[in-house]
């Protein structure tokens, strides 16, 4: 579950996961050994039920029609002396449903369509595909756009 797009966010996800493991252990462990009443054994086992299914919830979903995904694209920055590449992370919409290792169809930012495989879901973040084809870019320039009004 973790993402590979943001150093940052991969921690914050990583530890979530961790506390929320452990908050899950702890409250088995009080559940099962505890030495109290009967009511509140069964809140802790009820929480401790509900965490697990906020763990699990994205690999039962999975991705949806309609949902956003995040799929690195290449992109170049042309200046009059020289030419770079660079990997760049761009929002892309499901038009099918899929799960993990499932090529699905995306609707890229500028209109132009493509496969992607769902490499993994998001816990704190949207799910993260790898764009395996696409289609020739519909925008190429801000002239494309047409004459519209502010």
């Known amino acids: 579950m973790i993402l590979k797009f943001s150093p940052f966010l991969r921690q914050i996800q990583a530890f979530l996961i961790v506390i ?4 899950i252990v702890s409250l088995s462990g009080y559940a099962l050994f505890g030495e109290s009443f009967n009511v509140w054994r069964s809140i802790a086992i009820g929480f401790a039920i509900s965490l697990v299914f906020l763990l699990a ?8 029609k309609g949902d956003v995904v995040i799929v690195p694209i290449w992109r170049e920055i042309e200046t009059p002396f020289s030419s770079e590449g660079f990997m760049d992370n761009t929002i892309a919409v499901a038009v099918e449903s899929g799960r993990r290792n499932q090529k699905i169809k995306v609707r890229l930012w500028d209109g132009s369509g493509g496969t992607a495989k769902i490499v993994d879901y998001g816990f704190i973040t949207p799910p993260e595909g790898q764009l395996l084809e696409a289609e020739a870019p519909r925008i190429k320039s801000i002239e494309d756009l047409g004459d519209f009004d502010l």
């Open 20 to 23: 929320i493991m452990t908050m």
């Open 57 to 64: 919830y994205p690999e039962i979903r999975g991705v949806r």
